[in-house]
């Protein structure tokens, strides 16, 4: 007796849902019998071409069923704040474009009689006899089962009856272009508000920070908290922004789920993992229907919810120490020494009531050094090198390219940036004599920015805040700048402060030497 084929709606086009509906092809194929397979969106468009991070493990698993991989940019690793954490992280990983993967995924399904909708699901019905219908864009689906492959909280899985998708934290994403490339590593860098990842590609850098809190403001000042603690991973501005949600815990299934619907990333280097999931629903489907595929989509769940409460444990402990303590406490111990007992706290490891106390100490002692070795900012030097330029930042062009010709009258070296971070990225080459920042600026709050860079390697530049608000004289008494002036900008004024920073006489250079342009000595 000839089986009915089986109508399976798979919810979500990304690289989960493309691997459950190739293994459901390829099982189907094995039991000699026919599978229907829709591949519907669970979203209205892709979004930007975000990189797609994968082991060797999930590169061999695609390029096993046949998809002509695009050329990607191979990473030794991943380096973090504490160092090098090669113990349980790959030493191999490849980024590659996230949207043409899926693409080439897409056609290769095509080619085997999967139907393609483009549409967005908007909701799913269960009918009274059993199957179910799903609405996409005003058309309606007529199948016996549904997979949900979706995003963390798409708009699908929020109104399935029984069905709580994970918690999801918010993401931001940006692209870069780079004149010269980054080492072979991708950089994580955590912080209590989440953390930063800076992914080297072939043709630039991109960044992704997770965290509770993640928006324009908090990625920008990340960014530049990152290129003055790390000046070679100064990116400057980016090129494209972009913002998405990944899984931050378990869900609860009503239907059988894969990859962040249930919980798990459906990318990065697990994709081999989801793979191998994706094998396991596509026979109980196969094999016994919805029901025990639920059922195995139940028991990945709670399994998936005991692993993310042991890594929250293990992330609560790194996180309770300020960021300069765990980075300190986690330098490499010396050539033949055993990592301290605080260094085995920090990463997780299990430890007894006396290694605990000791590592607690240590940790303690490690935070007032820390401390103790701040200090207050260094007191700028009454006379600075004056060959170097002096960088204004504004984003206003016309009124940073003004001060700017002015300063140049003057024969003094001058450069205007749109921003911190392109001003950040030009000091690592050539930092600057002194820094004129406007406070209302794109990405960051001047006065964050200011924080960030007293707490640098720029501390000692002299800087006057330009403002058309009082808040310029707080920053002033807060330490954070040498001088404020009020917009609009008395440029008798400006000189005087700047001669004041350089060291130099308020004198002006002769009026042949302006027009001329030639090299002017002020003895």
Known sequence: MTREPLRVAIVGAGPAGCLMAAALVRLARLRRREAQILLLGARSAWGP??????????????????????????????????????????????????????????????????????????????????????????????????????????????????????????????????????????????????????LPERDGASTILVSSDAGARTFGLRLLELGLEHPPLALGAPEQVYGFWVPAGAARPALPCLGNALGGPPGGPSLGAVADQADRLAAALLDDGIEEATQLARTEARSLQRTLRSARRVDRRLRRFPVAVRERALRPPRSGRLPTPAQRALRGEPLGLGSALLAFVLLVWIWLQVVLSRGRAPVVPEARDASRPVYVVDDDPAQAEGICAHMRERGLACRAFPDAMRAVQAARHEPPAALVLDLALPWIDGKEALRALRRSWLAETPVLVTSALPVGQSVVREGLAQGWLEKPIDLEELDRRIDAFLGRGARRPPDDARATGEPISWG
């Open 49 to 198: 071409d975000r990189p797609l991070v994968l082991d060797d493990a999930s590169v061999a698993a695609l390029t096993a069923l046949g998809i002509p991989l695009p050329s990607g940019h191979r990473v030794d690793g991943i380096l973090t704040a504490h160092g090098r954490r090669a113990a349980n992280l790959p030493t191999s990983l490849h980024v590659l474009p996230r949207n043409r993967v899926v693409g080439l995924f897409r056609a290769l399904l095509h080619a085997q009689g999967v139907g393609l909708v483009d549409g967005t699901a908007s909701g799913i019905a269960a009918m009274p006899r059993g199957g179910f219908v799903v609405r996409v864009d005003g058309a309606s689906y007529t199948v016996d089962a549904v997979v949900l492959c979706c995003g963390a909280g798409a708009p699908v899985a929020t109104r399935i009856a029984g069905h709580a998708p994970p918690p999801a934290l918010r993401a931001m994403g940006a692209r870069f272009a780079l004149a010269s490339p980054l080492p072979p590593a991708i950089h994580r860098h955590p912080q209590s508000s989440g953390d930063l990842w800076i």
